[in-house]
């Protein structure tokens, strides 16, 4: 049995072999599991930009663009598999959307050679690239979050947040626990109290932590949770009446699906965002003549304009972004993935690239650099409209409080450098 | 005509107890041996090594650990996911604690941690039985994966609760890390392996093997022969969770790199092993490598022929895979409930008098 099993296997593997294209950018996606309703919006605002450029522009410098796609499952170990399975097809980058898989990822690609982005997620000392060559994390990262979320609080309660409560309800895992430093140093400065609520795996079980929360009556909630955890923790804030508009999630729980379960009652939820929301932008038009039209939008095609879908077609634009810029500095269109991280590091985004491309005001301006490889840490809070169905920005983008976060990444990465005897350096 | 047993005659009794008593079978078994130490490392390659053969040989000393203590002692364990989490935190605090000690002795001071931690969650057995140690092992899985998340001593006080494996070398070559050659990885879980699958043996059908049966078997009988099950049902926890903690240890260190206890640990693992237990074969050592195989090779492949052969989306062939192993599981609950390793005696029974059936 075995023996016959992995003579199919190795059949299949030599016929899927020389499917190499010229360009490619592996989607290692997750369209079944607790974490589906994340997943599936991003691989396919991922799937549909590349698709665009490939049938407007015929890919990017005149390069095809290929995108394999893998099923984790949000699983490490369907990770490592669909790492090992397509970084040898020459993939340029990798962008796991899975702070876990990140995890696994970051000592495997710098070994390989391959770049990585996790944008607004992942290890966050990877900002400083002396220590992370192969990894970026821009424009923000989880410390930004949190830190963008205590200013907001800071804002609404004009500037004082002495003897204030702030609960963190976040997944018990890698993903949730990062902003907990952070917020620890943030109330040091502030003078609020701090309560962990840990919400375990895959997090439809939340009654305890939200009878806590019943019960200490925090003035603010900030949430870090994803998939399954967020549609069930809106549900639970409501159940229990709280002020919706003094719940903050991060960025991955600021998606329509984790709202529209919960109705009329999660009006006025509020969430992150490192990039601005909705379809009301040119680049829209292009894809949906391009790509909508014809027929050949990833997955279902229902997801288009969904907060997820935006950051994962703002992902696939960040990297083919970041090709170009390879493919001029090294002046061939077939660029490595060695290359490509040059081309990564060299990244600048401004406001008439950002309007070239078809999206004014989308995303902020950043330039990355071996220095920084994690942006500038600008972030804006959406507020969650129940009637027009619709995520509307309240404030302008805010800075991270660099003074906190920055020392926090520093020794971070410091230490992880120690761990693994890295001598920081840029070229 | 292959099996047979005409002329191999046996002078000695050590002869005549050798594991493969039949001269085919044991020819075959030093072939596998020599494939596996001699020619595999010379053709594996990262994805060999990282999807299919290394997890393979973990998980393979897993259900060899778990068919110990419920194939061959009778106690149902769901705790083999909190037992692998303390061989993988075990080893993580060796390797810190010590840089400069052999991952060999690293991994196996972690299986002897385990084995400690599971004779104290073996306790409960001996006042319990069936469902109700079933329900007292699943304590034991989800109290080991809580305390290890919410002690951060165990995790080195890490940002994330993430551990993460340092590199490590075994007589100068790199074992863990992402440095390590896939050949090293490779023989490194192989000889653990193979270590683990003698012993395993030899343990099983000695004294102790056979108290571990006479427990399983009827626990009053065999106390009333003479068995006690204090040290009976104890070894069996011990040994078992040595083995688990082994294989807790290697896929930490040497296959994932970077684990949370939670999401790798959880109670899909226990399931997971429990699941190569029975299709491989309850109380069959090669049964653990073939429902190791079997759990392990399944879904790749499937992937493999749905996703890169037939182009179908990868959402449907991650469901598909889903329907199929669990049909696949009913199917082979229904037809043999003694899972793969009966199939295989029933093979070799018919191998013995093929091609002149009576």
Redesign the interface.
Known sequence: MKTRLTALALGALMAAGPAAADLVFPSLSYRTGPYAAGGIPFADGYADYFTLLNERDGGIGGEKIDVPECETAYNTEKGVECYESTKDLGSLVYQPLSTGITYQLIPKVTADGIPMLTSGLGRTSAKNGAMFPWVFNFPANYWDGASVAIKHILDEEGGDLKGKKVALVYHNSAYGKEPIRTLEELSKKHGYDLTLLPVDHPGQEQKSQWLQIRREKPDYVIMYGWGVMNQVAVQEAVNIRFPMDHFIGIWWSGSENDVLPAGEGADGYKALTFHNLGDNYPLYDDLKSYVYDKGLSAGAGDQHGTAIYDRGMYGAMLVAEAAKTAQKIHGTSKITPAMMRDGMEALEMTEEKMTALGLPNFGPEFKVSCENHGGNGFAAIGQWDAKAHEWKLITDYMQSDQDVVQPLIEADSMAFGKENNITPGCK | MFYREAGDFKTSYQQDSQTFPIRFDRYRYYVVLAVAFGVVPFLIN??WA???LV?FLIYAIAAIGLNILTGYCGQVSLGTGGFMAVGAYACYKLM?AFPEVSMFIHVILAGGITAAVGVLFGLPSLRIKGFYLAVATLAAQFFLVWLL?RVPWFYNY?????I?A??REVFGIMIT???APSWAVYLFCLIFLSLAGILARNLTRGTMGRRWMAIRDMDIAAEIIGVNPLTAKLTAFAVSSFFVGISGALFFSV??????V???F?IQKSFLVLFMVIIGGLGSIFGAF?GA??LV??P??L???G???LGW???I???LQLVIVGGLIITFLVLEPHG?AQLWRVAKEKLRLWPFPY
């Open positions: 990262d994805y990282n999807a299919i997890p810190t998340n890490s940002a994330s609760g993430q993460s340092p590199e890390g992402a440095n296959y994932l790199g970077a684990v949370e939670g999401e790798a959880g073939a195989a079997f090779v399944l790749v492949a992937k493999l022929v996703v890169d052969v989306a990868t959402d062939v991650a469901h793969l």
